[in-house]
């Protein structure tokens, strides 16, 4: 039973990339505690030990056209579609199989979404939620195709926005900032990244994953019927401080 200010009571949730403790994982909590019927899909067989039997689970590449096209068609209906798949590869993003691996991912894997799963989102006039980045809006030296990918998503969101909109279908994206999760251990163990992190954030602080549930809770919401096309910032102020 849903409790606070959001209710999705027979709401159909989908949330792609939440077999892991993050992001994802924690948007689909958040949608669980407000009363929606939430399945998961990660690129794993199985998600992790703690997600075991929580909610239905689908393994799925994103990227794999076919893939999402067979897990539409096996979907009885869907109401929110969240995606929080996605990736970056400090290693191999220079090169070329590795640039491609990550625009696979991020941008053509939303656009398969997208495309297999708008009959669903059309008959119910429902919703999507596309995870971004701060790197939607500025650029990385290190990530040259999470960037490249993640300001391309926030273009697509806005296209899809503008084509969908007589089927009744709003799609938004947020755009975090530096968040605490296991593809930023990394950048986290660098103490002296770290740090610049916390002076170039207003709020002075990493984000926790649970801080981006109130904003997808919300624009997934009918408080958000009037909202569609825009990317939102959840990055404790620091792209406002660019």
């Not at 894997?109 to 701060?134: C, E, K, Q, T, Y």
């Not at 950048?187 to 740090?195: E, K, M, Q, T």
Request: aromatic share 8%.
């Amino acid at each position: 039973m849903a409790t606070g200010l959001y209710d999705f009571s027979e709401q159909r949730v989908l949330v792609v990339g939440a077999s892991r403790a993050g992001i994802g994982a924690a948007i689909a909590d958040g949608f669980a505690d407000a009363g929606a019927t939430v399945t998961i899909t990660g690129k794993e067989e199985q998600p992790i030990q703690s997600y075991l039997g929580r909610y239905a689970y689908r393994q799925l590449d994103v990227a794999d056209e076919e893939a999402v096209r067979t897990l539409a068609a096996e979907t009885a209906g869907l109401d929110i579609l969240v995606n929080c798949a996605g990736m970056a590869d400090r290693d191999t993003e220079w090169t070329h199989a590795g640039f491609k691996r990550v625009i696979d991912v991020n941008l053509v894997g939303m656009f398969n979404l997208a495309n297999a799963f708008r009959p669903h989102l059309a008959r119910s006039r429902g919703a999507v939620v596309a995870i971004a980045s701060m790197y939607s809006l500025m650029g990385s030296p290190f990530v040259p195709a999470y960037g490249a990918s993640k300001a391309a998503l926030a273009q697509l969101v806005q296209t899809l926005a503008i084509a969908w909109a007589a089927d009744g279908i709003r799609v938004n994206a947020i755009a975090p900032g530096f968040i605490v999760t296991e593809q930023t251990t990394r950048a986290r163990a660098d103490a002296v990244h770290y740090n610049r992190v916390l002076d170039r954030t207003p709020m002075a602080r990493w984000g926790e994953p649970g801080d981006l549930v109130g904003p997808a809770l919300f624009l997934a919401s009918d408080h958000a019927r009037f909202v569609t096309g825009i990317l939102m910032p959840v990055d404790g102020g620091l792209t406002a401080n660019l």
